[in-house]
C-alpha cells in the first residue's frame, strides 16, 4: 500500500513542496521575458525605430486592445475544453510555448525583414498577443491547484515575482539598450538575433516549469466540468477583482513604459535610462523579499495596501528630484520596492477569491476566473499604452527631437501622475477586502467539508449571513464571519462574505 506521504501531489516534506511551486513560479521569467519585453519597448520601437508618428503607433496599440479582449477568453474556452478531456493547465503550457516564441522572434525580426507597415506590424502583434494568451491563462490558472494555503499563496506571489524581476533585469541590461542603440544606429539584425534568443529561453523555460512542478492536488472531474468564463460579473468581489486590475494593469506600469521618454527627453539624461531601469529592478528584488515575509503575519490586502504607499511616496520623490538626475536613481528603487507588492500580490488575492466563489456559488471558477482578470489587466495596460501614443501623437511629439513643455508635460503626467492616482484609488479599495489567511483558512474547512460523501448541502449563499458580527453595506453582499457562523461550518453550511465594508 503506498505511503500518504508519497501520494501524487504530496511532496514528501515541506523541502519539496517549496522546490515544486518554486519550479512552477519559474515560468513567470520566461514569461516576463516576452511580455514585458514587449510591452516595454514596443512603443519605442514603433516611433523611434520605425518612425511611425504617435497617432499610428497608438493605434496599433489598440489593435492589441482589441486583441486581448477576445484572446484570453478564447484561450480559457479552449483549456476548460482541453481538461474536460483530461488534458490540463500542464499540458497547454507545454503545447503553446514554442508557437509563441516563434510569434515573439517574429515581431522583433520584422524590422530586419523591411515588413514596417502599419496592417503587418498590428498583425504580428496580434499573432503574439494570441499566441502568449495560450500559455498565461493555463500557467496562472494552475497556481490555485499548487497549494489551498493562503500563506503558501503569498510566498507563491513573492516567487513569481522573483522571476519577474530577474527577468527585468535582463530586459533592462540587454534589450531596453538594444532597442536604442537599434533606433540610433539601425541595427536591426541584432535586434532580430535578441528577440530569436529571448524567444528560445521563454520556450526553455516554461518547458523546465512544466516539467519540474510535479504533480498537483488537481480539482475533479467534476470541478473540470464546472469551469466556465461565464463568471459572476455583478458579484461584489468580482466587481472589486476588476477594479483592482484596472488599477494594476493601466494606471502602475506606466512609470515603467514612460521611463524611456522621461529620461531621453523630460531629463535629456538618455544614458541615465538603462541605471534607472536597474534601479528599479534592485528595489522591486528587494521588496520581493521584504513583501514575501510580510505575507505570513499579515493579510494580503494589507500588505498590498503598505506596497502602494511605499510606491506614491517614491513617485512624488521622482518628481521633486527631476532637476537633480542622480537622484533618480535612489528615487526608481523606491519605486520599484513598492511597485513589488503591487504586482505580485493580486494574484494571490485571485487564487483566494476562488474558493470564496466556489463556497458562495457552488462553482470553482479556475479558469474563468483567472482569464476574466487577465483580460482586465492585459487590455487595460495596452489601453494605456495606447493612450500614451494618442496624447504624445496630438501634443505634437517628434522623435529624436527637442519635446515642446506641453509634450514634457504630458511625459510626466503620463510617467508619475497616473501611477500616483492608481494608488490613491487602491487606498480607498482595498480596504473593503476581506480575503485574509485566517477566513479563508475558513473557507477551505467548509469547502472540503462539502466535498465528502454525505454532506449537507451549502446554504445561504446568496442572502450572506444574517446572524453574524452585524449587517452593513459590503462589496460581497455579506457579513463577516461569526462565531456562529463557524459554527454552521461544522455542519458544511457557510457563506462567508469576501469583501467587507
Known sequence: ???????????????????????????????????????????????????????????????????????????????IRLRRQGRGYRWMVMAGAVPCALAFAMLYAMPASGLRQGGLLALAMLVFRGAYAVIDVPHNALMAQMTHDSRARGRVSGYRLGFSTASSLCLALVLAPLVQQAARSRAFAALALTGAGAGALFALTMALCVLASGRTASSSARAAG??????????????????????????????????????????????????????????????????TALTARLDQARVLVLGHGVSAFGLLLFGLCLGHPPALVPCAAVIGFGLAAVFMLPWGLLANAVDFLALRHGRRLETGLFAAYLVAVKASGAAATALVGYLLGALGYVPGAGQTPQVLAAMLGLGLGLPL??????????????????????????????????????????????????????LAGGAALSAQARQSMSRSIAAPAAVRS
Not at 514587449?38 to 497608438?58: C, H, P, S, V, Y
Not at 513604459?257 to 541605471?275: K, N, Q
Open 226 to 291: 464546472e469551469d466556465t468564463i461565464r463568471v459572476p460579473l455583478r458579484d461584489p468581489l468580482v466587481v472589486g477583482l476588476g477594479l483592482l486590475a484596472l488599477i494594476t494593469g493601466f494606471a502602475m506600469p506606466t512609470f515603467g513604459r514612460m521611463v524611456l521618454y522621461i529620461g531621453t527627453y523630460v531629463v535629456a539624461r538618455g544614458d541615465l535610462v538603462p541605471t534607472l531601469l536597474l534601479a528599479m529592478t534592485g528595489g522591486q528584488f528587494a521588496g520581493v523579499l521584504v513583501w
Open 1 to 79: 500500500m503506498t505511503h500518504p506521504a508519497h501520494r501524487p501531489g504530496r511532496p514528501a516534506s515541506a523541502l519539496a513542496r517549496e522546490a515544486r511551486l518554486l519550479a512552477y513560479s519559474s515560468g513567470n521569467f520566461g514569461k516576463a521575458l516576452v511580455f514585458s519585453g514587449a510591452d516595454m519597448t514596443i512603443l519605442f520601437l514603433l516611433t523611434d525605430l520605425l518612425g511611425l508618428g504617435a497617432g499610428e503607433a497608438g493605434a496599433l496599440m489598440l489593435v492589441a486592445l482589441a486583441g486581448d479582449l477576445v484572446f484570453d477568453l478564447v484561450a480559457a474556452a479552449l483549456v
Open 421 to 474: 492616482t492608481g494608488s490613491l484609488a487602491a487606498f480607498a479599495l482595498l480596504p473593503r477586502f476581506a480575503l485574509g489567511h485566517a477566513r479563508h483558512a475558513r473557507v477551505r474547512t467548509a469547502l472540503e467539508r462539502r466535498a465528502q460523501p454525505g454532506a449537507e448541502p451549502v446554504s445561504g449563499l446568496k442572502r450572506g449571513l444574517a446572524k453574524s458580527i452585524g449587517e452593513g453595506s459590503t
